[in-house]
């Protein structure tokens, strides 16, 4: 019962809390960022993107540590969690500045993410940790991608991001050295393909 109120207390505080980080903002000193309209709805667009995917991460996070049993690998995932809330609140200042909003459909996402972390979860400790390795991975190569895509004058967003990048990939090899196993190829083709339905989604609504 403690942990389904503490994964409630989470989701609400995720959905609806003006979420703190620990650590500052990524900047690039002395780099101002200077935005046309047209490049600020772009990064703005952007932005909310990954803003989704740190309410995803906080639900996948939050599921897969209620689901285990194992207390070192809940320790691990929760300071994975708290390192991901920095990334919430960065992206949501970010948005912020921008004159934009997350996406309407958050509570959705998480619930989903939610899901797919519990499930992950009942498979086991291995699968667990390499369903979030997967999903580091892939987030990873998102960021990448959207480093490409940004405004090259929001170095506020792209300072951002490129914490964000670094952090995921540090995630995934901390699964990896837990001892995550590999998952199948589909496995990871299905999360791929769900991963574009919300990008694609988020980047608009």
């Not at 200077?34 to 996948?60: D, F, K, S, T």
């Not at 995630?171 to 999360?191: C, F, I, N, Y």
């Amino acid at each position: 019962m403690d942990r389904i109120l503490g994964a409630l207390d989470q989701a609400l505080r995720t959905l609806f809390a003006n979420p703190r980080g620990t650590r500052p903002c990524p900047v690039v000193p002395a780099e101002a960022t200077h935005l046309g309209a047209q490049e600020r709805r772009h990064a703005g667009a952007l932005m909310r993107v990954n803003h989704v995917g740190e309410i995803c991460a906080q639900a996948l996070y939050t599921a897969q540590a209620m689901a285990t049993r194992n207390d070192a690998l809940r320790a691990q995932l929760e300071q994975a969690a708290r390192e991901e809330n920095d990334h919430l609140a960065w992206t949501k200042a970010r948005l912020d500045e921008l004159g934009d909003r997350p996406s309407l459909l958050n509570p959705l996402w998480y619930a989903g993410a939610f899901g797919l972390g519990l499930v992950a979860g009942r498979f086991g400790d291995r699968v667990s940790l390499g369903f979030l390795v997967e999903t580091e991975r892939q987030v990873e190569a998102h960021l990448q991608g959207h480093l490409d895509r940004l405004p090259a004058a929001d170095h506020a967003s792209r300072a951002i991001v490129a914490q964000m990048k670094a952090d995921e990939a540090a995630h995934a090899d901390s699964a990896r050295q837990a001892g995550a196993a590999e998952l199948p190829q589909a496995v990871k083709a299905a999360m791929r393909a769900a991963a574009k339905v919300m990008t694609t989604t988020a980047h608009y609504v």
